[in-house]
């Protein structure tokens, strides 16, 4: 990844160079979502169905915010 690129939420994943994308070792068909660390300290996140489509990207704040609720059991309700 160029240390001056400019990441935007929206963005195209494929954009993204050099990012090392992962995924959860309980995901299954296909159904996951990827985060890749960039340079700036930020997380990106993409859906691995659609790895050239657009890119969140979430700041360390906010990336342990969800993380820290995830943990919490916070979106517990929203699993089938």
């Given at each position: 990844?160029?240390?001056?690129?400019?990441?935007?939420?929206?963005?195209?994943?494929?954009?993204?160079?050099?990012?090392?994308?992962?995924?959860?070792?309980?995901?299954t068909s296909g159904n996951c979502v990827e985060?890749?660390?960039?340079?700036d300290g930020s997380v990106a996140a993409r859906?691995?169905?659609?790895?050239?489509?657009?890119?969140?990207?979430?700041?360390?704040?906010?990336i342990g915010a969800f993380v820290g609720g995830?943990?919490?059991?916070?979106?517990?309700?929203?699993?089938?």
């Amino acid at each position: 990844m160029n240390a001056t690129h400019s990441f935007y939420n929206g963005m195209p994943a494929s954009d993204i160079t050099g990012a090392v994308w992962r995924k959860s070792g309980r995901s299954t068909s296909g159904n996951c979502v990827e985060l890749a660390a960039l340079p700036d300290g930020s997380v990106a996140a993409r859906n691995s169905n659609d790895p050239d489509g657009p890119a969140l990207i979430y700041t360390p704040g906010e990336i342990g915010a969800f993380v820290g609720g995830v943990k919490d059991g916070e979106f517990d309700d929203l699993l089938m």
